[in-house]
């Protein structure tokens, strides 16, 4: 197993480490630079299929539906598309509105989650246009599907997902970039995108190499049994996500919310020295979220920024911060993603928990 780990103390450091090349992996041969476009065959060969998809609607449990969540944001904003999320294990229990219009995505990272199964047989039944969005080669909803986009991230052993999310986040980009070119953007905006989502692997490169300071800050933020993730617009997911990683391999109870309904509730729970991880890169909305740190810091919290590399006057707000280059919006979720991994894991290795095999947790999830 020590081999297996590559040195890595654990699968899941490992798995982080890896994310360069996962994500590279992920996009290699996708991105059409001329057609300010994206190649992804499995999403329907003809011009004709994509132009009558319309509506986005994605389906997963867990870390994958947080990567729906960022999708749901990249399919409207970059396509014009009606996008939306739905959990997976409430999707056929409900009274789903799917047309032969509607283009379904299922996103698993094993492809044999009950729950996301379910969904895709319902899909199914319905007539809708159903696709997969898998990491495991030949698993039963790549299978049922049909047709679909595999993620090539490479096993990943680690209960907790990493490198499958942000290649989820990327190949979810690399669609809505083909959506989009049909009908909102032009072939050199499209262009544009493609070169910054081709950034990527180098993005998150320069965020790994900063473990061993986010190593570091993770001390001062691993005494306390509650946290807080803060973020709005694309972040707002992110924040979701980071918290769940928390919660899963530290055992700390993490929320993520968003940066303005913090007052509408959760802000009571907020005493001197609470952590809250502010996502505050230079995207839409920092000023406000910035503003929603100050009420923070006003109750006594500890504020953690992630923000972006040189932006001074965000760092005047956060007690500690993780800087992430700057890149396109979007394409910064990546990044700011991995950087909460790193914390997660490096808080859970202070505790001294068991960072592979978080207790009652299982890496796919084979019953409703
Ligand atoms: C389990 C895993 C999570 C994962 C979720 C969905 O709960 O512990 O890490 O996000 O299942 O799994 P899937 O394989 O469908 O992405």
């Known amino acids: 197993e020590a081999a297996e780990k ?7 450091l490992k798995e982080i480490h890896e994310q360069p090349d996962a994500l590279r992996n992920a996009i290699r041969g996708r991105l059409d630079f001329n057609l300010g476009s994206s190649v992804l065959s499995g999403m329907g060969s003809s011009a004709r299929d994509l132009a009558e998809i319309q509506r986005v609607v994605m389906v997963g449990c867990g870390t994958s539906l947080h990567a729906g969540l960022v999708g749901e944001y990249a399919f409207e904003d970059l396509a014009d598309v009606h996008a939306e999320v739905q959990q997976a294990a409430e ?17 698993s990272q094993s492809g044999e989650t009950a729950d996301t199964l379910a969904a ?15 990491n495991v080669v030949g698993s039963t909803i ?9 993620l090539h991230a490479g096993p990943e052993i680690s209960v907790a997902s990493t490198k499958a999310f942000t290649c989820q986040v990327a190949v979810l980009l690399m669609m809505a970039l083909k959506l989009g070119r049909g009908r909102r953007f032009s072939r050199e905006e499209g ?6 989502i081709e950034r990527l692997p180098e993005l998150v ?15 001062r933020y691993a005494d306390h049994e509650h946290t807080f993730f803060i973020g709005r617009g694309y972040l707002y997911p992110v924040a979701l996500e980071g918290a769940l990683k928390l919660k899963e391999i530290s055992y700390i109870h993490a929320e993520g919310y968003h940066a303005a309904e913090l007052k509408h509730g959760p802000i ?16 839409p909305g920092k000023d406000k979220t910035l503003g929603n740190v100050e009420e923070c810091r006003a109750r006594g919290a500890r504020i953690l920024g992630v923000i972006t590399e040189g932006d001074h006057e965000a760092a005047e707000f956060m007690d500690d911060v993780i800087e992430i280059p700057a890149c396109h919006p979007l394409v910064s979720t990546i990044p700011t993603a ?13 505790r001294g928990c068991e960072i592979d095999q978080p207790r009652n947790l299982a890496k796919s999830v084979t019953v409703e």
Do not use: W
């Open 6 to 12: 590559g040195g890595f103390e654990h699968f899941m």
């Open 91 to 107: 999707f056929r229990y409900r009274n789903p509105l799917i047309t032969r219009s509607d283009l379904v995505v299922a996103i």
């Open 120 to 134: 895709v047989r319902e899909a199914n039944q319905k007539g809708a246009f159903v696709m997969g969005l898998c």
């Open 142 to 150: 790549s299978r049922e599907t049909g047709r679909g986009v595999y």
């Open 191 to 196: 262009t544009r995108l493609a070169r910054e």
């Open 205 to 219: 490169e320069k965020v790994v190499t900063q473990s061993a300071r986010i190593a570091d800050i993770a001390k």
């Open 268 to 283: 009571a729970l907020l005493v001197e020295g609470t952590p809250v991880i502010a996502l505050a890169n230079d995207i």
């Open 338 to 350: 991995v950087a909460l991994q790193l914390l997660s894991y490096h808080i859970a290795r202070h």
